[in-house]
């Protein structure tokens, strides 16, 4: 006795749906402690460490996530002076590009904010950084995409740094 040919298309229709996960599962993610909004290609993970931000020691809380060894994070901090919060950007891009070694960084200005593109190496093999850097009042948020060359769509970094939003 033969089984119905529709017992044997549903087993096969569901591993064909477990087995196209997709390699970006871009997801809304809201921190709960900065007031921002962005689009995450996985579920990220979230640690708060102190931080020296050119003279100001502030407690800097990071969500990320890697993907294939890109890894896509957000942090931000809170200062005790607005005034110094854009010296304190400053110092947010200045070491990011430093800690890829880069030589230099191709940037431009958007919506009171930094964007950033930088060449350089992790463990010797060639990285570029994406990274939107801003100040709102006390708080700094630094938005980063960082991983092997090439290994990210164009398409993909930019959904990542346009996705957020200050609340």
Known sequence: MKPPFRLLVIPFAALAVCACSPKFDWRDYRSNV??????????????????????????????ATDIDGTLFAVGSAEL???????????????????????????ESIRDGGFDVEAHGARARAPVTLHGRFLARGKRVYQVVVIGPENAVSKENVDTFLRSFRVN
Do not use: C, W
């Open 80 to 106: 005790a002076d607005a005034e110094k919060a854009q010296m304190a950007v400053q110092a947010m891009k200045t070491a990011m590009v430093r800690n890829i070694g880069a030589a230099a960084a191709k």
């Open 34 to 63: 900065a007031p921002y909004a962005v689009l995450f290609p996985s579920k990220p993970a979230s640690h708060t460490r102190s931080v020296n931000l050119d003279g100001q020691t502030a407690s800097m809380t990071m969500a």
